[in-house]
């Protein structure tokens, strides 16, 4: 099972970037995936999570309206849309997977996870 994250990059405030996550040895369409970014002197912070089983799409406070995840079943790829970046959202952003339905917002229920992705956010 592997996890490969990408699209990481600077962009200016207001700015979008996308990540992308491409799983190979499991399916996606049976696996609940989440993003998940850790900022420096932070903890790592649960952002968002989709279910497989329905559908369902969570997102934490600080990314709600702004963050979309969504998945690609052909190409077992998960998404992670940024718009509308902010100062507070720089991080090394996560993808991880577990072998469930039903997502989950903490860390800890993953067990899957992709190397990180970097993201800055300059003036």
């Known amino acids: 099972v592997q996890l490969v994250a990408s699209g990481g990059g600077s962009v200016q405030p207001g700015e979008s970037l996308t990540l992308a996550c491409r799983a190979s040895?499991?399916?996606?369409?049976?696996?609940?995936m989440g993003w998940f970014r850790r900022a420096p002197a932070k903890e790592r912070e649960g952002i968002s999570c989709?279910?497989?089983?329905?559908?369902?799409?969570y997102y934490s406070d600080s990314v709600k309206g702004r963050f979309t995840i969504s998945r690609d079943i052909t190409t077992n790829t998960m998404y992670l849309q940024m718009n509308s970046q902010k100062p507070e959202d720089p991080a090394v952003y996560y993808c991880?997977?577990?072998?469930?339905?039903?997502?989950?917002?903490?860390?800890?229920?993953?067990?899957?996870w992709g190397l990180g992705t970097q993201v800055t956010v300059s003036s």
């Open positions: 040895g499991l399916s996606l369409d049976h696996y609940a």
């Open positions: 989709l279910s497989p089983r329905d559908g369902t799409t």
């Open positions: 991880a997977t577990r072998p469930v339905k039903s997502c989950h917002m903490h860390a800890t229920y993953y067990d899957q």
